[in-house]
């Protein structure tokens, strides 16, 4: 089978699995409903503290948004281990690598086409509501964070896939990486201090700041995300190679 085909059968794969194709319009709506909610309620208050980065408080919702990354990747790979789904697959299309290559290329892409949109997105929306510490694109790093915000979010749904490979299951991927952004990644920042800024979605996030202060910068941080994300995707394709499907 060819590359085109192995693309175009694995895009209505994700296209036809209703839990996948909703986990991946999520990431839109979950950030969008925060960001509106969020801003139209305590958004300039927030913002009058002195200590204020306006640029990384326009982009708060994005901690929701990325939840529904994670599912999308998670579930996205998950489907394939339901019912044999995975053999038939690998029937379809033997070269494990061509398959697992595809199969990643469409999670990221898809995932780096809504991020983007919804990073711009809930970037603009909220600053109809901020009044006088309304701040527009032009602003010193607000660019960069808006591209980085959606490239942050594919590389986690990439994390999140190269995971569920290794593992063969979204609900231990979900039951891991969720509690651990949610809970242990601050936890573990109070503990650690810099080195926290290492872990993948704190690294990451700095590029969402205006003025970073870690050891990383925006564009370093994010670099350390993506390598995070191709440790775990190299542990699926070996997983994948190696193991009886």
């Not at 794969?13 to 305590?42: D, E, N, P």
């Not at 708060?60 to 053999?87: D, K, P, W």
């Amino acid at each position: 089978m060819s590359t085109t085909a192995v693309l175009h059968s694995e895009w209505i794969k994700i296209r036809s699995v209703r839990s996948v194709a909703g986990s991946l319009t999520a990431v839109f709506l979950a950030t969008m409903a925060v960001t509106v909610l969020t801003f139209a309620t305590v958004g300039q208050a927030e913002a009058d503290k002195a200590d204020a980065d306006l640029v990384f408080g326009a982009f708060y919702a994005l901690n929701f948004g990325q939840i529904a990354a994670i599912s999308f990747g998670a579930t996205a790979i998950s489907s394939e281990y339901v019912n044999g789904a995975l053999r038939i697959s690998l029937a379809a299309v033997p070269r494990r690598t061509l398959f697992y290559t595809v199969k990643m290329s469409l999670v990221g892409g898809a995932v780096l086409a809504v991020g983007l949109v919804t990073s711009f997105s809930s970037f603009l929306t909220g600053q109809l509501f901020m009044g006088e510490y309304a701040v527009g694109l032009g602003e010193p790093g607000a660019l960069r964070a808006a591209f980085g915000g959606g490239i942050y979010l594919a590389l986690m749904a990439l994390f999140a896939a190269g995971l569920t490979v290794l593992f063969r299951s979204a609900v231990a991927v979900l039951s891991l990486l969720i509690p651990f952004i949610l809970i242990a990644s601050f936890v573990v920042g109070d503990i650690a201090g810099g080195a926290a800024d290492y872990l993948p979605d704190r690294a990451g996030q700095l590029v969402l700041h205006q003025h970073v202060e870690s050891s990383l910068g925006p564009w370093t941080g994010l670099a350390v995300t993506a390598a995070w994300a191709a440790a775990a995707l190299l542990a699926g394709w070996w997983a994948l190679r190696s193991r009886d499907a």
